[in-house]
């Protein structure tokens, strides 16, 4: 859908199984961050980064929150995008923007449920105004 690099956001937790599920509840109530695996691709080398992740009890990833902390500096523009079971994905969002220090030029969110479907028209939409937004900005010409 959309040509763009992509990294994985990886930390160094064990997060399997209930005594993983019990860690990571604990790390979005305290909104704690957690070690990560350093990044390959430096996102100062970008016009716009693309960000996503799971909401954890109302907030975002420990994780996503660690990368957001350490990158705050470099990001150049953000879009975001969580998927979530039930609640929490607009403070999430809110979440994201307030740790990356500036706002999202889009944001997409997605129930679980809509996930296993596969998110079809909402994902359209959000790349369609990644696009959109990223063609009025100069920055790439589309070729379709």
Not at 38 to 60: C, F, K, M, N, Q
Not at 118 to 126: D, E, P, V
Not at 127 to 136: E, I, Q, W, Y
């Amino acid at each position: 859908m959309l040509a763009a690099d992509l990294e994985e956001i990886c930390d160094y937790s064990d997060r399997a199984g209930p005594g993983g599920y019990l860690r990571s509840l604990i790390d979005a109530i305290r909104k704690r961050p957690t070690e990560i695996v350093p990044a390959g691709l430096s996102v100062s080398a970008y016009d716009l980064v693309v960000i996503g992740s799971p909401v954890w009890a109302g907030s975002v990833s420990a994780p996503v929150r660690s990368y957001l902390i350490e990158n705050r500096a470099r990001l150049p523009q953000v879009a975001f995008f969580c998927s979530f079971g039930g609640h929490g994905a607009d403070a999430a969002l809110r979440e994201m923007g307030e740790l990356a220090g500036k706002p999202a030029v889009a944001e997409c969110k997605i129930t679980a449920a809509a996930a296993r479907q596969g998110a079809q028209a909402a994902l359209a939409a959000f790349v369609g105004g990644l696009k959109r937004h990223l063609a009025r900005a100069g920055e790439f010409e589309w070729i379709c």
